[in-house]
Each structure stands twice: as C-alpha cells, then as structure tokens.
C-alpha cells in the first residue's frame, strides 16, 4: 500500500537571516520532519489554504500574496495584492472560495479581498479601521485585531479585538463581500482576547485570552439579526505560578476534535483539555513544557499522535509525540533550528 505524504509549511519572520516559508516533509509514523527548500517571502506572519486545498495564501509585508500548491508540495507564485493597510497577522478564506479575510494586528483593520477562479487574489472589497480606548496596559491600549472568523453559517464575521478587549461582529454579505457592525462580544477589561474557534457542530466557540491566560467557552446559536454567545467555562491556560510573564497563544483542535489544545508563552509550556461534546466543556489533562522559548504556534501531524510547537525566541521547533489519555508528551528527537517561526500548516502531496 502506498504511504501518504505530507508537508509542513513554516512562516517565519525574515527581519534575521530567515528567509520565508520554509518546506518540510514529514514523516507521520516516525513524528519527524526535515527541510526541503525555502520560498522566499517578507514577513509571512500567517497562511491559510483555500477550502479545496489546492492554494496557499500568506501575509507579507505587501499585502498578501497567493501560491498554487504542487503535487509535490512545492509552492508556485501566482500573485501578490495590496490590503491598503500595515501588514497582518491573521488570514482565512470561507467555504467557497470566493473572500479572504485579513485581520490587522497593527492598525486594527479587517480587510475583505475578493478571491479569483485561478487562486490569485482580487481587489478589496470591503476594510474596517477599528476606533476606541482599551486599558492603559502596553499591549492593549488601542485596536488590535489579532483573528477575523466567520460563524459557522458563514453569516457573520467575528474579529477578535485583544486591543479593546471584545469581539466585533459583523454582518457579512456573501454576495458582496461587504460587513456591517451588528454586535459585540464584551470581555474581560485586560483580558486580550485572541484566538476564536468554533466546534465542529457549531454548537459552541472558545476564545483564547492573551493576557488572563485562559479559554472563555461559549454556547452558540444564530439568528438572522446576530449571533449569541452564552458563557459556560472559563479555563486556565497555564499553572497557577504563571506570573505576569505569561501570554496565552495558540490554540487548535485534535484532528479529531476530542480535544483541545493550547501554548503559552512566557511559561513556554503546552495545556492539554479534553472535551466533552455533549456540554462543550473543558476538562484540563495535563499542563507541560515545551523545551522552547515562546511556542507561538502549534499544530498536529495529520494522525493527531504528534504535536509540533513553534517556538518563536529560542529559534527552534520541537516535536512531541502524545498520549491523550495520560495527558503527556515525550520529545521526539532534537529540535529543528529555524529562525523565529511564527506559523505552520499542513497539507497531504499526491508525489
């Protein structure tokens, strides 16, 4: 039987001596990785696939730029465009492939570009400047729009505010590709919200909180006019000896969606949740080191039983393989040095 394969594609900062979006093959039953090549790029701060896998797009420091995905993996070029704007942080397209949706960590913008047939990306087709005050904090004092997600109905677009501590909700005409402000979700003053995730039923939403360290969970439901968010847990991202060092980062879901997991910087560790699909509650596993300085992003080998984290300072990635029910993770082999990786994805090749 012939073996699946995969590549890993790494956005690292390229202010040092990186260079771009780095390429990795992966080997999923050993739970390692090795670099191919390099595809030059500035600053890919964060990529997202189309939905039928066949383009990756990417912030840089133009705009946003768009590659055909080879049958090897290999990333072909097809076009750059501008967001009219400072340089993003958080990129996602919908189901159709028709937008992409860029946040704005630096000026606080959503931006909405058109998506082409041929995966290169189109005009702009809508952008908000988000205005108001959060704390005096250093972080948040101003808008910071660190993730923009559509609901699952793709009705509504909600972009996380970790500067004003609350999620903007917009009307999203799918038509169009115009927003429209109908809501807001209030958080914690202080709290940054960052990262936003819906189950894969829908039913519930959990928003990660940069600076309170932990995972507000939501049920969720829609109506024509806005969606509701009702708070059921929240849920601590790190240990209670996390001082004022710690910053709450990503957060993904198991491949098979039966748990929940988290980094944080700071405590450079990894939080482990399972969770319960009848309630959408969290239960937490286990809380552990990452054996790398800030893990600003992590991600699953397509069979869930790996993890690797991305840990921006000490330049390195760090591979772990995972036993859910025991809620620990051993190292797997040394970590891979690469400069300042900031995001990964992962996609199966056919070659």
């Not at 997991?261 to 080191?289: E, Q, R």
């Not at 029910?325 to 992962?346: Q, S, W």
């Amino acid at each position: 039987m012939k073996k699946e394969k995969y590549v890993a594609y790494v956005g690292t900062y390229t202010h040092g001596s990186s260079l771009g979006i780095h390429i990795y093959d992966l080997d999923v039953e050993k739970g390692s990785m090795v670099e191919r090549k390099v595809e030059k790029i500035n600053n890919p701060s964060d990529m997202a696939f189309s939905t039928n896998g066949k383009y990756l797009y990417s912030i840089a420091d133009e705009g946003v730029k768009s590659y055909e995905i080879a049958p090897d993996g290999d990333l072909k070029p097809i076009n750059a465009a501008t967001i009219e704007g400072m340089r993003g942080c958080y990129l996602e397209t919908d189901s159709n492939d028709k937008y992409l949706f860029v946040s704005g960590y630096h000026d606080g913008k959503v931006t909405v570009l058109e998506l082409n047939e041929d995966g290169s990306v189109g005009k702009i087709k809508d952008g908000i400047f988000h205005k108001g005050l959060g704390s005096l904090a250093e972080r948040n004092f101003r808008p910071h729009v660190s993730c923009a997600t559509l609901t699952p109905d793709e009705n509504f677009l909600c972009a996380v505010d970790l500067g004003v501590d609350h999620v903007k909700i917009y009307k999203f005409d799918k038509e169009t590709g115009k927003i429209k402000l109908v809501d807001f979700l209030r958080c914690e003053i202080e709290s940054a919200p960052r990262t936003l995730l819906f189950s894969k039923d829908g039913k519930y939403a959990y928003l990660i909180c940069e600076l309170k360290n932990y995972i507000n969970v939501y049920s969720y439901s829609s109506t024509e006019k806005a969606p509701k968010f009702e708070l059921l847990q929240t849920v601590p991202t790190a240990k209670a000896h996390c001082d004022d060092g710690c910053a709450a980062a990503a957060l993904k879901f198991s491949p098979d969606n039966n748990y929940l997991f988290c980094s944080n910087a700071g405590d450079d560790s990894v939080g482990i949740f399972k969770i319960d699909h009848k309630t959408g509650m969290l239960t937490c596993k286990n809380i552990l080191p990452i054996s790398g300085e800030y893990p600003k992003d992590i991600e699953f080998f397509p069979d869930g039983k790996h993890l690797m984290s991305l840990n921006h300072e000490s330049n390195t990635i760090t591979v772990f393989s995972i036993d859910y029910e025991k809620g620990v993770l051993v190292m797997n082999g040394e970590p891979i040095k690469i400069d300042t990786p900031n995001c990964v994805l992962v996609a199966k090749v056919s070659e």
